[in-house]
């Protein structure tokens, strides 16, 4: 199974029910659900100079759609504030075909990447994964090293297993997105990082092959579940401190601002870039050809906004799709801040397809994608979706933007949060 064309609602299936609940109704022999919930916290107690340290930091974070680079990880996250928010419920006259309506809405705060996983970032988690000593307790499960990105070979550390295999990035390639990537890989990457990422590697520099198996997701759930689905893990683990995004969070952080019909008025806007029209694709910086199906460059016509439905052949001379960078589009952003969400690759989500025969089938992606139709695309409509795979497939145009808990994920943060400091935080953001 393939895109939404193949398995979408003219397939017979329909989204869950409104907000991060149970199962939905979907059309004959299917239906479709989500487990989601606000990941659990914990801490201990600080001492009083932490706690005025952390309440100084988490006091600059407060505000909407503010920004942190994440030590650990390099991700920069942006925070998703006013928790409780309303969900989509659809145009008017209603969209044929929409398959969003009852999501969006989110009853916590969380961040969520500014831009897709980097070159850089893959490139980290991949060494750590496959530049391994001989008997390091063998092959990791599921992983397969992407062809989509900006890293090329180089000689392993651990020289001496036949098998090691390690990256490197060219200057100027870090900021390119990455395809390949499959869910469970994508889940494989959070019990990465919410284990220490490669600053949790044990002699030898070598990361614990333990570190990529739990914590986020239990990878020993992943496989078929015996009746044509598949048996992996729901929904993040509790207490998760990396995560992929569910489809609620996921249409938020694209579609959803605070302030959309004024101060604390909030509301959705059809398109990613922060407003209700179509996001042009081609390269960055070209006017293109404004009418669909006709893609190319037009000096009269609007400069493309996204990173999708172009090619070397409809715009010769501008390059390639897969070696645009992430951020190559710095105007066009969510009503968070959130860039390229409209182009370069489609993003995991967690939410499934349940078929009453099959048990859960696919998981949903969002976004749309480098190199499609040349001309044609949704741009991210929050009334549609890229579709849904089985967690298995990495085709060239699936990628994963990240999601973690607030206060965030460092142990300092999370002592701060244990304390009533954050209390207070919390209550100056829910207006």
Same mark, same amino acid.
């Given at each position: 199974?393939?895109?939404?064309?193949?398995? +979408? %609602?003219? /397939? /017979?299936? @329909?989204?869950?029910?409104?907000?991060?609940?149970?199962?939905?109704?979907?059309?004959?022999?299917?239906?479709?659900?989500?487990?989601?919930? !606000?990941?659990?916290?914990?801490?201990?107690?600080?001492?009083?100079? %932490?706690?005025?340290?952390?309440?100084?930091?988490?006091?600059?974070?407060?505000?909407?759609?503010? !920004?942190?680079? =994440?030590?650990?990880?390099?991700?920069?996250?942006?925070?998703?504030?006013? $928790?409780?928010?309303?969900?989509?419920?659809?145009?008017?006259?209603?969209?044929?075909? =929409?398959?969003?309506?009852?999501?969006? +809405?989110?009853?916590?705060?969380?961040?969520?990447?500014r831009y897709e996983v980097t070159t850089s970032q893959w490139v980290q988690f991949f060494n750590a994964a496959y530049d391994r000593p001989a008997g390091g307790g063998g092959n990791l499960p599921w992983l397969t090293p992407p062809t989509f990105w900006g890293a090329q070979?180089?000689? $392993?550390?651990?020289?001496?297993?036949p098998n090691a295999r390690r990256w490197q990035v060219p200057a100027g390639n870090e900021m390119r997105p990455v395809g390949n990537i499959s869910w469970r890989m994508a889940a494989m990457y959070c019990n990465f990082l919410h284990n220490g990422g490669a600053g949790a590697?044990?002699?030898?520099?070598?990361?614990?092959?333990?570190?990529?198996?739990?914590?986020?997701?239990?990878?020993?759930?992943?496989?078929?579940?015996?009746?044509?689905?598949?048996?992996?893990? @729901?929904?993040?683990?509790?207490?998760?401190?990396?995560?992929?995004?569910?489809?609620?969070?996921?249409?938020?952080?694209?579609?959803?601002?605070?302030?959309?019909? +004024?101060?604390?008025?909030?509301?959705?806007?059809?398109?990613?870039?922060?407003?209700?029209?179509?996001? &042009? /694709?081609?390269?960055?910086?070209?006017?293109?050809?404004?009418?669909?199906?006709?893609?190319?460059?037009?000096?009269?016509? $609007?400069?493309?906004?996204?990173?999708?439905?172009? =090619?070397?052949?409809?715009? &010769?001379?501008? /390059? #390639?799709?897969?070696?645009?960078?992430?951020?190559?589009?710095?105007?066009?952003? #969510?009503?968070?801040?959130?860039?390229?969400?409209?182009?370069?690759?489609?993003?995991?989500?967690?939410?499934?397809?349940?078929?009453?025969?099959?048990?859960?089938?696919?998981?949903?992606?969002?976004? #749309?994608?480098?190199?499609?139709?040349?001309?044609?695309?949704?741009?991210?409509?929050?009334?549609?979706?890229?579709?849904?795979?089985? $967690?298995?497939?990495?085709? *060239?145009?699936?990628?994963?933007?990240?999601? #973690?808990?607030?206060?965030?994920?460092?142990?300092?943060?999370?002592?701060? *949060?244990?304390?009533?400091?954050?209390?207070?935080?919390?209550?100056?953001?829910?207006?």
């Amino acid at each position: 199974m393939r895109t939404r064309r193949d398995i +979408g %609602l003219s /397939g /017979g299936l @329909a989204p869950g029910g409104p907000g991060s609940g149970g199962p939905g109704s979907g059309g004959p022999g299917l239906q479709t659900g989500e487990v989601t919930g !606000a990941p659990a916290l914990a801490g201990g107690r600080a001492g009083r100079a %932490l706690w005025l340290i952390g309440c100084a930091v988490l006091s600059l974070a407060a505000a909407p759609a503010s !920004a942190d680079i =994440d030590p650990l990880s390099g991700i920069d996250f942006v925070r998703i504030t006013h $928790p409780g928010n309303a969900p989509w419920m659809g145009t008017n006259p209603p969209t044929q075909g =929409d398959d969003a309506i009852g999501r969006g +809405g989110v009853d916590y705060e969380y961040f969520i990447g500014r831009y897709e996983v980097t070159t850089s970032q893959w490139v980290q988690f991949f060494n750590a994964a496959y530049d391994r000593p001989a008997g390091g307790g063998g092959n990791l499960p599921w992983l397969t090293p992407p062809t989509f990105w900006g890293a090329q070979g180089t000689t $392993p550390i651990n020289n001496t297993n036949p098998n090691a295999r390690r990256w490197q990035v060219p200057a100027g390639n870090e900021m390119r997105p990455v395809g390949n990537i499959s869910w469970r890989m994508a889940a494989m990457y959070c019990n990465f990082l919410h284990n220490g990422g490669a600053g949790a590697a044990g002699p030898g520099g070598v990361v614990p092959r333990e570190n990529f198996l739990s914590g986020a997701y239990d990878v020993s759930t992943f496989g078929p579940n015996g009746m044509g689905g598949f048996a992996d893990q @729901a929904t993040r683990s509790p207490g998760a401190r990396y995560f992929i995004p569910t489809r609620d969070e996921w249409i938020k952080a694209a579609h959803y601002d605070p302030h959309r019909y +004024g101060q604390n008025q909030g509301g959705y806007w059809l398109f990613s870039n922060s407003t209700d029209e179509w996001i &042009p /694709g081609g390269p960055p910086g070209v006017n293109i050809n404004p009418f669909p199906g006709a893609p190319g460059p037009n000096p009269n016509g $609007p400069i493309a906004q996204a990173n999708y439905g172009w =090619d070397t052949f409809t715009f &010769p001379g501008y /390059g #390639s799709p897969f070696t645009v960078p992430l951020g190559a589009y710095p105007d066009v952003q #969510s009503p968070w801040g959130l860039l390229d969400v409209a182009g370069a690759t489609t993003e995991w989500t967690e939410q499934i397809f349940v078929d009453t025969f099959g048990g859960p089938s696919y998981r949903y992606l969002e976004g #749309s994608y480098w190199g499609g139709a040349p001309g044609f695309g949704i741009a991210d409509a929050v009334w549609d979706s890229y579709g849904a795979l089985t $967690p298995n497939l990495a085709p *060239f145009d699936s990628g994963l933007r990240i999601a #973690s808990i607030v206060p965030g994920p460092s142990p300092l943060a999370a002592m701060v *949060f244990a304390t009533g400091c954050v209390l207070v935080v919390t209550k100056r953001t829910r207006k």
